[in-house]
C-alpha cells in the first residue's frame, strides 16, 4: 500500500488514538492534522493518557485498522519531515499480536531503534531508519543498516504513527510531521 499524500481519505485506514480528554469531531486539528500533504501529530502538556487512570503519558498515534498476519515479508517506510522539539518520545512502532515488535524513539537525548524479538535490543542511530522489513518466517528484522534475528510476533501486526510520550509529560507543545508512509505485505524484492 502506498500513501502519498495524506489526505483526510487516508485516515480512514487508521484509527485515532488520543488522550481522553481531547475533542475529536472528526478529529481535532490542534493534534492531529493534514497540511500540503504531510500529516501533523502533536502533543501538549496538558493532555491527559489514552484512558482514565492510564499511568502512560500522552499520544496522537494512528493505528493502521489493516492487520496483517502468517509468515509473510512485510515492509513498513516512514518518512519523517520533521522531529518534535525535545526527548522522551516515540514516532513510530510496530505491533504484533498486541505486543511491540519495532519502536523509533528519541530517548534521554539520542536516537534509538529498538526491535523486540524476544527481548528488548537497543540501537542507538544517528538518524531515524526510514524503512523497516519484517521476515515473520526468517525472524529476521532489517532497518538501515542494522539486522536483528530472533522469535517475532507476527500474527495480527499493525502500524502506530504519531507522537507518543514515553517516560515525562511534554513541558511544552510537540509536533512530528510526516511525509509519505508505505506498509503492507511484501511480495517481492522490489517492493
Keep these: 500500500m502506498?500513501?502519498?499524500p495524506w489526505t483526510i481519505g487516508i485516515l480512514t485506514l487508521f484509527k485515532w488514538q488520543y488522550s481522553y480528554d481531547v475533542q475529536q469531531l472528526p478529529m481535532s486539528k490542534s493534534h492531529l492534522d493534514i497540511v500540503n500533504?504531510?500529516?501533523?501529530?502533536?502533543?501538549?502538556?496538558t493532555?491527559?493518557?489514552?484512558?482514565?487512570?492510564?499511568?502512560?503519558?500522552?499520544?496522537?498515534?494512528?493505528?493502521?485498522l489493516e492487520e496483517f498476519k502468517g509468515e509473510n515479508k512485510h515492509l513498513f517506510e516512514v518518512n519523517m519531515e520533521k522531529l518534535p522539539k525535545g526527548t522522551d518520545y516515540s514516532i513510530w512502532q510496530v505491533f504484533g499480536n498486541g505486543s511491540p515488535m519495532l519502536m523509533i524513539r528519541h530517548r534521554k537525548g539520542r536516537k534509538e531503534m529498538v526491535v523486540f524479538d524476544g527481548q528488548p535490543k537497543i540501537q542507538p542511530v544517528d538518524q531515524f531508519p526510514v524503512r523497516?522489513?519484517?521476515d515473520c518466517?526468517?525472524?529476521?528484522?532489517?532497518?538501515?543498516?542494522?539486522?536483528s534475528k530472533g522469535m517475532l510476533k507476527c500474527d495480527k501486526m499493525y502500524l502506530k504513527i504519531g507522537i507518543y510520550a514515553q517516560q515525562v509529560k511534554p513541558k511544552e507543545k510537540m509536533c512530528a510531521v510526516y511525509g509519505k508512509?508505505?506498509?503492507?505485505?511484501k511480495f517481492n524484492e522490489l517492493d
Design 2 to 4: 502506498l500513501i502519498w
Design 37 to 45: 500533504g504531510t500529516l501533523v501529530s502533536c502533543i501538549y502538556p
Design 47 to 64: 493532555d491527559k493518557p489514552f484512558k482514565k487512570g492510564s499511568p502512560t503519558f500522552p499520544r496522537s498515534e494512528l493505528r493502521s
Design 132 to 134: 523497516c522489513d519484517v
Design 137 to 147: 518466517k526468517g525472524g529476521v528484522i532489517q532497518c538501515g543498516n542494522y539486522t
Design 181 to 185: 508512509t508505505r506498509y503492507g505485505i
